[in-house]
């Protein structure tokens, strides 16, 4: 396997670079740094000309107005702009939108594919509920046909991006009585629908998530995806899209580290003289180089036609967790200026890396828990049983 990029991948990821140069304002750098896994308004300003250029369409295929390139060249896109922690149309675009693509409607299709991609419409995903997280398939929320129309009754958690999101990308109950993963049905939404209460929900990344209440939320039959009662293969279908991760936020966060180990100086020594100091670095460094190499070899798979499966388990699970070794590294070698917020003119890298502290555990959870990718490792890398 060669892993050097051909001269065409380094031109286009210049053109990436320079296209970023072009736009990251320092306001638009200041509202990711703050927002970090969310987006602000500057975010969506962004995502919008990238939509108007045709950045965010590089790997669909051109038939619904993308570009048409392979894994390797959006994984190129990706890591540049994770690079920045800048926003790329989230899983809309990277999940949403490919499904629509194969079990969507024609109507459907003509309907939200082109705004997809040019960033009017951004769906939430309505998957979790209070007594359904990592067992999915037992959630409560009931969709009921009544003539031409669903009628919706029931809540959903954790639904992250529905206070600025035009749709929900929901999972609903239209079979009770039939076995739990073959009575769900996926529905498009839309936001604004009467009966509809969106409530915030603060995590301690700062991170605004929302609790969204569905009373007698009535939806044309039309917004359903597919066939009915095969939602749940179809949400599989979605996350199966997810397999494209960057890594590229972990390089930026152990160069804070490094940056900092050599412009600071503890009781008249150079911290990047101290030999523990150099040792955890080096040793974050190596895991850096392992996740950027096992990130492109998932990429390389998708190039070549294979399907990532229990790598992207892994990948998920080892990316969460060096940005975890990264924050604890951090509180080591900073010591209390760590936990320095960005209003502190003292905060080392701008507040980052206080901020990544409270952030890297909501990785560990959001899109499935370690554990639960653990379990997928086991079943599916070694063939052991179901948990
Ligand atoms: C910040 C954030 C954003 C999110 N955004 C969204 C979103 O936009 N849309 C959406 O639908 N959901 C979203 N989620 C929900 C996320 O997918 C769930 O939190 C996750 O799937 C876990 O479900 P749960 O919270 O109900 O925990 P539970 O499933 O109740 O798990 C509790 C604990 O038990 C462990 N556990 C559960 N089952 C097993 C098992 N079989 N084996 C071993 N351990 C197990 C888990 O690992 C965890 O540690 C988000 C979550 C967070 C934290």
Redesign the pocket.
């Known amino acids: 396997m060669d892993f050097s990029l051909s001269p065409e991948q380094e031109q286009f990821k210049k053109q990436v670079h320079d296209f970023i140069q072009q736009h990251l304002t320092p306001q638009l750098r200041d509202e990711v740094e703050r927002e970090q896994y969310s987006i602000g308004p500057l975010g969506k300003k962004f995502v919008r000309l990238m939509g108007q250029q045709g950045w965010l369409g590089i790997g669909w295929p051109q038939q619904y107005g993308g570009q048409g390139r392979g894994a390797i060249d959006q994984w190129l896109f990706l890591e540049e702009m994770d690079l920045e922690s800048l926003p790329t149309g989230g899983l809309t675009l990277s999940s949403a939108g490919p499904t629509l693509m194969r079990v969507g409607t024609e109507e459907q299709k003509r309907e939200y594919l082109p705004k997809i991609l040019t960033g009017e419409i951004e769906f939430?995903?309505?998957?979790?509920e209070p007594e359904a997280?990592?067992?999915l398939a037992s959630l409560k929320t009931r969709a009921e046909r009544d003539g031409d129309s669903y009628v919706i009754d029931g809540q959903?958690i954790?639904?992250?991006?529905a206070h600025h999101s035009t749709h929900i990308w929901l999972l609903a109950r239209t079979d009770p009585d039939a076995p739990k993963h073959r009575g769900i049905s996926l529905f498009i939404v839309p936001i604004d629908a009467p009966g509809i209460t969106i409530r915030p929900l603060a995590?301690m990344g700062s991170?605004r998530?929302n609790q969204v209440f569905f009373k007698h939320v009535r939806i044309p039959a039309a917004n359903l995806v597919g066939e009915e009662n095969r939602g749940w293969y179809y949400a599989a279908m979605a996350l199966d899209f997810e397999r494209l991760i960057p890594h590229a936020r972990t390089q930026r966060q152990l160069q804070d580290l490094i940056d900092y180990a050599k412009n600071s100086v503890v009781e008249g020594r150079p911290l990047s003289k101290h030999p523990r100091v150099r040792h955890v670095l080096a040793r974050l460094a190596v895991q850096v180089e392992v996740v950027r190499l096992f990130s492109l070899r998932s990429a390389w798979m998708i190039e070549n036609g294979k399907t990532p499966n229990v790598e992207a388990s892994i990948l998920k699970v080892f990316i969460s967790e060096l940005s975890e070794h990264i924050a604890v590294a951090a509180q080591d070698i900073m010591g209390p200026y760590a936990a320095l917020r960005r209003a502190d003119r003292l905060a080392p890298a701008n507040g980052r890396i206080e901020r990544l502290y409270r952030g890297f555990p909501?990785s560990k959870?959001?899109?499935?828990?370690?554990?639960?990718m653990r379990?997928i490792i086991a079943q599916r890398g070694f063939g052991m049983p179901r948990?």
Request: proline share 0%.
């Open positions: 939430a995903i309505g998957y979790t997280g990592s067992d959903k954790y639904t992250s991006a995590t991170e998530s909501m959870f959001a899109g499935g828990t370690n554990q639960v379990n948990s």
